[in-house]
């Protein structure tokens, strides 16, 4: 009995003194991220029309008469003709580097290139070309080190790696910078503004546009501010006049005499009383998230959403009464999967929902919109969308632009699709 004990506690010992020497890995994944750094030589470099290439990695887009601009991120953005939505055709690619946004009023189109604002003649699409450049205008999105490197973007890449429990950083998120510094995500350049009645020689944005036109200005916002510049009638534009907002704004989004900005932490609503000079007149406060904006019938629309880029926890659509606009009503909210861009027209509000596809709510009743969802179309992704009156709906998400016949919103039908 004694000898059994002697052997029992004998093998015990060694279970724990081998289980001491064992090694604890776990499999993670994480986002790693890189900091993209540009020379200020290549900032400069003018907009060149290229040959259409195959839409590789869509951004934002825009609409203005009938042609569909697909941005590439930081690479340009790709010219199409749809005169026939069901036969879209690539006609070329306009190569700007820097590029993110654009805007169109009266044939002239307004690009950011980096820090500078690039003027393209569109009178002949065909033959589209740069008649001027300003500079330093979109300087605040960026950093500039002291060795003239301007921090372009981060790239995200999601890595699998075998990780050392015993490590002191086991757990913590990959997201230091090559300087040693944690990257806030919602801080880089976003990714256009939703269903509107516009001048007939003005384009069309989606929910998530930095850049837009209204009262024949371009306004265009900072991390933590918004630039108006006046266009004249050569397509030149005035210098900017800047107006300080609170930090963090996301989006813009044009609508009667006002701009509504989505931000972090909020929407706030401008006037343009003075076009040249918007003045803040009211903020709506919501938790913090990714936050674009739409509004129709003094109605606006918020979606909030979670992630690294949000810094947030929630995925809602917020509904606000901007009647008085002065004094913000809430309305109510309707939970979601994880909304992103949307625009309302009509009767109807369509919402993209990321990898969740595209969402569409029947809004004559307002109060009834959570249980009014006449429609969900799955198996894509949908990151952003412009109703077009008359034409069709555009949605673009990360495998590329669909189009859709929404003259029934309750049954859309596919026209066709460009991308991957």
């Known amino acids: 009995m004694k000898k059994g004990l002697f052997l029992l506690t004998l093998l015990w010992m060694v279970f724990i003194a081998s289980c001491t020497k064992d090694k604890c890995t776990n499999e993670m994944t994480y986002s790693l991220i890189e900091p993209v750094y540009v020379l200020p030589d290549s900032l400069s470099q003018p907009a060149e029309s290229q040959a259409p290439r195959k839409v590789q990695n869509p951004g934002k887009i825009y609409f203005y008469k009938d042609y569909i601009f697909i941005n590439e991120p930081r690479e340009g953005f790709h010219v199409i003709n749809n005169e026939d939505p069901a036969n879209p055709i690539n006609e070329q690619f306009i190569a700007i580097k820097g590029n993110v946004d654009i805007a169109v009023m009266n044939d002239y189109l307004y690009a950011d290139a980096y820090t500078d604002l690039v003027i393209l003649d569109l009178k002949n699409v065909r033959a589209i070309t740069q008649i001027n450049r300003k500079p330093d205008i979109f300087k605040s999105y960026y950093h500039q080190y002291a060795n003239g490197y301007i921090l372009s973007h981060y790239k995200e890449t999601k890595v699998q790696q075998t990780l050392d429990c015993s490590n002191v950083?086991?757990?913590?998120?990959?997201?230091?910078?090559?300087?040693?510094?944690?990257?806030?995500?919602?801080?880089?350049?976003?990714?256009?503004?939703?269903?509107?009645?516009?001048?007939?020689?003005?384009?069309?944005?989606?929910?998530?546009?930095?850049?837009?036109?209204?009262?024949?200005?371009?306004?265009?916002?900072?991390?933590?501010?918004?630039?108006?510049?006046?266009?004249?009638?050569?397509?030149?534009?005035s210098d900017p006049t800047h107006t300080s907002l609170p930090w963090g704004i996301e989006t813009i989004f044009p609508y009667k005499e006002y701009l509504f900005i989505g931000a972090a932490a909020g929407m706030h609503i401008l006037s343009l009383e003075n076009p040249s000079i918007p003045k803040l007149a009211s903020t709506f406060e919501h938790a913090r998230a990714c936050d674009p904006v739409v509004v129709q019938d003094d109605i606006a629309y918020v979606t909030l959403r979670d992630g690294t880029e949000c810094q947030g926890f929630v995925n809602q659509l917020d509904v606000i009464d901007v009647k008085d606009i002065l004094k913000p009503k809430y309305m109510y909210s309707h939970k979601m999967s994880h909304p992103h861009g949307l625009a309302v027209e009509g009767d109807y509000l369509y919402l993209c929902e990321g990898k969740h596809g595209l969402k569409v709510f029947d809004i004559k009743d307002k109060a009834k919109i959570s249980a009014n969802q006449v429609g969900h179309y799955q198996g894509f992704h949908a990151w952003d969308a412009i109703s077009l009156t008359g034409h069709s709906l555009l949605i673009i998400g990360e495998d590329g632009l669909r189009q859709y016949d929404h003259k029934d919103p309750n049954n859309l039908v596919l026209l066709s699709k460009i991308g991957k």
């Open 169 to 237: 950083n086991f757990g913590k998120p990959y997201y230091e910078d090559a300087l040693g510094l944690f990257y806030d995500k919602s801080n880089s350049l976003s990714s256009t503004s939703g269903s509107i009645v516009l001048p007939s020689q003005v384009g069309k944005g989606g929910s998530m546009a930095r850049i837009t036109i209204n009262k024949g200005y371009i306004y265009t916002i900072g991390q933590s501010e918004i630039f108006a510049l006046q266009i004249h009638n050569n397509g030149s534009v």
